[in-house]
């Protein structure tokens, strides 16, 4: 099974309608990410937290919210969609190692289109 | 404001050619540099990371590194390429501002020959 997993893969939904979108991991880790890639900029940093009781956002947070429910869960929410949050979003996990160098684990993404 | 920027969109190569990525970075402090991997359809996977030591570092699937500081580059090499190489190659810079996050470039799509 995949240490990082998220729901749904795909999801396409209309303007304005709320959605969520979940990660779950196994790999015992405090620390969650999610990013959105579009073509030619590669990965934002939308949310990210250090365990469950920090949030912080990242460069482009404004549009999202996010909920940490556990160790293991970190869900994604756009409270009302709008087409130009149409893009790839990666749940990430990491250790708290004591630099910058340690490794962030990544889902297979949840690919999300707004009509 | 810290940056990475991967000059090359797209690279196409022929199967057991060489192969480089660029990867120029801006920084003011010590760079901790990633190579990530996403094969079509899937997530991002590690290559290799640099954050001390020896400026030339070894990572999976054949692939290696060479942190510059005087050009503040972090180029991925590869001495022969295989099909299965075929994939979207991202450079990052770790930052810490509390905590690690990565700051990643654009992308460089990689198509192979047969």
């Known amino acids: 099974d995949a240490d990082v997993t998220q729901t749904p893969r795909n999801r396409i939904t209309k303007t304005g309608k709320r959605i969520m979108l979940e990660c779950s991991q196994t790999?015992?880790?405090?620390?969650m990410y999610w990013y959105r890639q579009d073509p030619g900029l590669g990965l934002r940093l939308i949310y990210y937290?250090?365990?469950?009781?920090?949030?912080n956002k990242g460069e482009i947070s404004d549009g999202y919210s996010v909920s940490r429910q556990a160790q293991a869960k970190f869900s994604l929410s756009l409270e009302s969609a709008i087409p130009n949050q149409t893009a790839l979003y990666f749940c990430?996990?990491?250790?708290?190692?004591?630099?910058?160098?340690?490794?962030?684990?990544f889902g297979p993404g949840t690919r999300l289109t707004v009509l | 404001a810290q940056s990475v920027t991967q000059p090359d969109i797209h690279i196409t190569v022929s199967e057991g050619a060489s192969l480089e990525l660029r990867c120029n970075y801006s920084y003011g402090a010590t760079p901790y540099l990633f190579w990530y991997v996403q094969s079509p359809g899937q997530g991002l996977q590690l290559l290799l990371k640099?954050?001390?030591?020896?400026?030339l570092v070894q990572g999976i699937k054949g692939f290696e590194a060479e942190f510059k500081r005087s050009q503040s580059s972090f180029n991925l090499r590869k001495p022969s390429v295989h099909w299965s190489d075929a994939a979207e190659y991202f450079c990052?810079?770790?930052?810490?501002?509390?905590?690690?996050?990565?700051?990643f470039g654009q992308g460089t799509r990689l198509t192979i020959n047969p």
């Open positions: 990430a996990t990491s250790d708290p190692g004591t630099s910058a160098a340690d490794t962030q684990y």
């Open positions: 990052a810079v770790g930052i810490i501002q509390g905590a690690q996050k990565l700051v």
């Open positions: 790999k015992g880790h405090d620390r």
């Open positions: 640099y954050f001390s030591g020896d400026t």
């Open positions: 937290s250090f365990d469950v009781k920090d949030i």
